[in-house]
C-alpha cells in the first residue's frame, strides 16, 4: 500500500499489481470502497457505466409516468403520481451524484445521455396507452427494479450502496400504489378488469426482460459478480421476480400471458416460457415503440432549460462579486 | 458544460439532539438554491429538521494512501480503553 509507482524492476511485484491485490483482498474481507480509495480502472470505469445508466433509467423513467399526471382519474391518484414521479427525479440526481464521486461530471453523463451514446432500461421505451399501465408500472417495473436494487445496498461502492438503500426505502411506495390501481381496476366493471388485463398482457415481458440477457449470454455477469457490483445474476433475480409475482397476478384475478407458466414442486420455483430476446435487442438498439420520442424530450428539456441554468449561474457569479466588493 | 452548477455536499440533522450526518451531493448555483434543493431532494419524507451544505470543493479529507501512517498512532494504544484494566474481584462503580 506505501509503494510508489514503479516499473517492477529486479523481480519485484509492480506497484499497481501490489495495490490490485490489496483492493481485491479488501473486497474479500467485505470492506467498501469509497471515493478516494485507489481502485483498478475497470471497476471504475464499469462503475460509472453501470451507476449513470441507472440514473439515465430514472429520469427517462419519468417520461411514461408523466405522461399520465395530467390525465390520473382523480385528485388523490394525480398527487399519489406526482409524488412517484418526483420520487424518480430524486432517486436520479442521487445516482448522478453518487456517478460524480468516481470523477465524472454530471453533464457529461447526460450529454452521453443525449449523444445516444449511454443506455438506459429498454422498458421505458414502450408507450403508456391506458391510466391501466400506470399501475402496471408500478406494480411491475417498480417491483421489478426493487428485485435488483435491494442486492445492490450490498455492493462493494459505498456511494452506490448508500443511494440505493435511500431508493429502496422509497420503491415500495412506487409498487404498492402501482398494485393498488390495478387491484381496484381488477376488481371494477368489466370494461376495467379488461383494462387491467391488457396492461399485464403488454407489460409482462418487457418487466420479465428487465433483468437483462440470460447469464450464458451477459457479457458483464463473471467480472461484475466478482467485484461485488452485482451480487445475484440476471437469470437468478428473474426467477425470484416471478415467483414473487404469479400469485399477486393471481390474487389480483388476472392472468400472465405465459402459456407455459407452471409451478414446480421439485424445484419449488415456477417454470416459464421461452422469452423473445430478439425483441429486447431490437428495442435496445433503438427500435421500441418510443426510443425517439423519449430522447427527445430529454434534449428539449435539457435545452429549454439552458436559459435558466446560465441565469442562475450569472446571478450567482454577480452576487459572489458584489460580497467580495463590500 | 460552462454552466454546471457547482457541487454542494448536504448535512441533514434528522432530530433535534442528534448531528449533522452527511447524505450525498447535489449542484446549485449557489448556497440558499442549494439549501432549498437539499430539502426538495433528502428530505421528503420528514427526514430533516436541519440541513447545511458546504461547496464541495471546500471540504479537505485524509489521504487513502496516507491511512496507515495518519491512524496507526492510535492503534496500540489499548491503555486507551477501560478493558484493558483488571477490576479486582467484588469492586464496583468502575
Ligand atoms: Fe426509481
Ligand atoms: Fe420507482
Known sequence: MYTQMSDGIDGQPNASDERERAFERRLERGVKIEPPDWMPEP????????????????????????NWI????????????????????????YLYSA????????????????????KYSSIFNYATLTWADVGAIGWLVDGAAIINQIPLTRCSYGPYARGMVRICKEESFH?????????????GTPAQHAMAQDALDRW?????MMFGPPDAESTHNRQSLKWKIKIFTNDELRQ??????????????????????????????????????????????G?????????????DAWEEGAWVREAAAAYARKQAERGAVA | MKNQWPQWEVFVRSEAGLAHKHVGSL?????????????????????????????????????????????????????RFPTSYHVPEGVKHL
Not at chain 1, 427500435?287 to 434534449?299: E, S
Open chain 1, 99 to 118: 456517478a460524480e464521486t468516481l470523477g465524472t461530471p454530471r453533464d457529461d453523463m447526460i450529454a452521453a445521455l443525449h449523444a445516444g451514446k449511454a
Open chain 1, 204 to 208: 409482462w415481458w418487457p418487466a420479465v
Open chain 1, 287 to 299: 427500435d421500441g415503440p418510443c426510443n425517439k420520442d423519449r430522447l427527445q424530450a430529454r434534449i
Open chain 1, 70 to 93: 395530467t390525465r390520473a382519474p382523480s385528485l388523490q391518484r394525480k398527487v399519489i403520481l406526482l409524488a412517484k414521479v418526483q420520487d424518480e427525479a430524486g432517486h436520479g440526481l
Open chain 1, 43 to 66: 471497476y471504475r470505469k464499469t462503475l460509472v457505466r453501470q451507476i449513470s445508466q441507472h440514473a439515465h433509467s430514472e429520469i427517462v423513467g419519468m417520461l411514461p409516468e408523466g
Open chain 1, 240 to 285: 425470484k421476480f416471478i415467483d414473487q409475482t404469479v400469485p399477486q397476478a393471481e390474487r389480483l384475478g388476472l392472468k400472465i400471458p405465459d402459456e407455459q407458466l407452471r409451478w414446480n414442486e421439485r424445484t419449488q420455483h415456477y417454470e416459464f416460457g421461452p422469452i423473445d430476446w430478439e425483441e429486447f435487442y431490437r428495442v435496445i438498439r
Open chain 1, 175 to 187: 409498487q404498492r400504489q402501482g398494485f393498488d390501481i390495478m387491484w381496484k381496476l381488477a376488481h
Open chain 2, 27 to 79: 449542484h446549485a448555483a449557489d448556497a440558499r438554491m442549494a439549501l432549498e434543493h437539499a430539502r426538495d431532494l433528502y428530505t421528503r419524507r420528514n427526514e430533516g429538521v436541519s440541513i447545511w451544505v458546504v461547496k464541495s470543493e471546500n471540504v479537505h479529507a485524509t489521504d487513502p494512501q496516507e491511512s496507515d501512517e495518519f491512524f496507526g498512532p492510535s492503534e496500540d494504544k489499548t491503555y
